[in-house]
Nanobody
Framework: QVQLVESGGGLVQAGGSLRLSCVAS????????MGWFRQAPGKEREFVAA????????YYADSVKGRFTISRDNAKNTQYLQMNSLDPEDTAVYYC????????????????WGLGTQVTVSS
């Protein structure tokens, strides 16, 4: 089993920045791939970004490309999501995910999930 705990969410004005963190514990050998998803009220959970174990391969949703950066520190079992130029449309609960297949963009591609952290962007 893998436990994932997100942090770093909060309230920010449009144009601002936030950095989310996700710490993995337990069987971290299962975190070959890690990713971020988000879910706004009344909407389905959607893919945001993913990263391979080496950190070389990174994948982004078109809506965040150029604004968000995913990274990971395997020594700390932690992944990050740096979010810049935030827009009210980015308001959602952000979830950390871990699984076996690098680059998966569907929720079914991940085996473990955190409880989420709220990001609210005011206009």
């Amino acid at each position: 089993q893998v436990q994932l705990v997100e942090s770093g969410g909060g309230l920010v004005q449009a144009g601002g920045s936030l950095r989310l963190s996700c710490v993995a514990s337990g069987r971290t050998s299962s975190t070959n791939a890690m990713g971020w998803f988000r879910q706004a009220p009344g909407k389905e959970r959607e893919f945001v970004a993913a990263i391979s174990r080496s950190g070389v391969n990174r994948y982004y949703a078109d809506s965040v490309k150029g604004r968000f950066t995913i990274s990971r520190d395997n020594a700390k079992n932690t992944q990050y999501l740096q979010m810049n130029s935030l827009d009210p449309e980015d308001t959602a609960v952000y979830y950390c995910a871990a699984g076996a297949v690098a680059g998966a963009r569907g929720v079914g591609g991940y085996d473990y999930w955190g409880l989420g952290t709220q990001v609210t962007v005011s206009s």
